[in-house]
């Protein structure tokens, strides 16, 4: 079973940033795709961000521009880079490692002034 454990979630002002980060337990981290979903209030959970073993990302369309997720492998982490924020992105954030089917505890983030 592997552990992640997200953290830097928060409260910002609209335009404001954040960088999430989602650590993972295993050694064998820098094998597989990463991704990032998120889930607001009274919506289904669904994928922002996706990151390759070998660096290549995808994005959903709300997000491309603002949005950047990144790794490193010889810290088995995850980041997601958010700019620009908008008070649609309000949500709770989860990394997901697919390989092996692993959630995150999630971290809330709320875009209000």
């Known amino acids: 079973q592997v552990q992640l454990v997200e953290s830097g979630g928060g409260l910002m002002a609209p335009g404001g940033s954040l960088r999430l980060s989602c650590a993972a337990s295993?050694?064998?981290?820098?094998?597989?795709?990463m991704y990032w979903y998120r889930q607001a209030p009274g919506k289904e959970r669904e994928l922002v961000a996706t990151?390759?073993?070998?660096?290549?990302?995808k994005y959903l369309d709300s997000v491309k521009g603002r949005f950047t997720i990144s790794r490193v492998n010889n810290k088995n982490t995850v980041n997601l880079q958010m700019n620009s924020l908008k008070p649609e992105d309000t949500a709770i954030y989860y990394c997901?490692?697919?390989?092996?089917?692993?959630w995150g505890q999630g971290t809330q983030v709320t875009v209000s002034s």
């Open positions: 295993a050694d064998i981290f820098s094998l597989y795709a």
């Open positions: 997901h490692f697919p390989a092996f089917g692993s």
């Open positions: 990151i390759t073993s070998d660096g290549q990302t």
